[in-house]
């Protein structure tokens, strides 16, 4: 597309990759633009707008993401109108907007193997829920579950999540939780078959609640952590480990994968472990 409408010492600088939140209905596309190419940010975004129609506005990254909400700053690049988009994934909607709460369109595919992994009649525990897409997958893939508790401390986070359980006539199967995970887990302590922790940077901080959640007997916990492509796993299964060991359990590793990407040579990594009496 921007063949000869840049110089060609630029065109190996452009954005190889770019997130789109959203359907066919109205999306947002999100890149990253570096300052060998900022100049031509508005030609990239026009671009990556004449590909894919249903893009409405393209935001380009201006911060890491910050804070306890995990947001991140945005500037408009090219288009025009609202950022709130309703994404579509395996069979459910999940209703957002991309500048004010934490989303990954990237992290599909784990959200699907998590599910899966559901049986009938257990209680889970979505820890750092957002606006629900770990709990929507699961609700959606296994339908007989007991219950799934989302708990989110972003107030735009939860307020979506409650609408998306809506959204998705699933009321009942899922309760939405504002609150830090600190205050509110505390409710579910011995009640839970399993726990979701899907925030790679300070999961490890609450693996106190995680074990805590688990019933007296045991369940599985789903732990993210971000790790060095020369050593991924052994940091986060020594954390589950020792915790596990804290609270009177064995720890039993099911599975561990790389999740994405987060800079060079590092990763997300999901680590999977089964913690039973001791």
Sequence with gaps: ???????????????????????????????EVSEDVKEYERMIGEAIMHIHRNVRVVL???????????????????????????????GYRLKLDPTKVYFSPREATERLRVASQ??????????FAGVGPYALAIAKRQPRVQKIIAIEINPKAYDYLVENIRLNKLEGLIEPVLGDVKKEASRWFGLCDRVVMPLPRGAYM?????????????????????????????????LLERNANLHGFCCMLLAARKVSPYAPRVYKVAVDVLAARA
């Design 206 to 238: 609450f693996l106190d609640e995680a074990y805590n959640c688990l019933k007296p007997q045991g369940g599985v916990i789903h732990f993210y952590y971000w790790s060095g492509e020369d050593d991924l796993y052994s940091k986060a299964y020594y």
């Design 1 to 31: 597309m921007l063949r000869g409408k840049v110089p060609d010492s630029v065109l190996n600088k452009l954005p190889t990759s770019f997130d789109i939140v959203g359907s066919r209905e109205g999306a947002v596309a999100i890149v």
């Design 118 to 127: 559901v049986a009938p009649g257990e209680t889970v525990m979505v820890f």
């Design 60 to 90: 380009a990254k201006e911060s890491a993401r910050e804070g306890i909400f995990r947001t991140r700053r945005y500037r408009v690049i090219a288009g025009s109108g609202s950022t709130e988009v309703i994404h579509k994934e395996h």
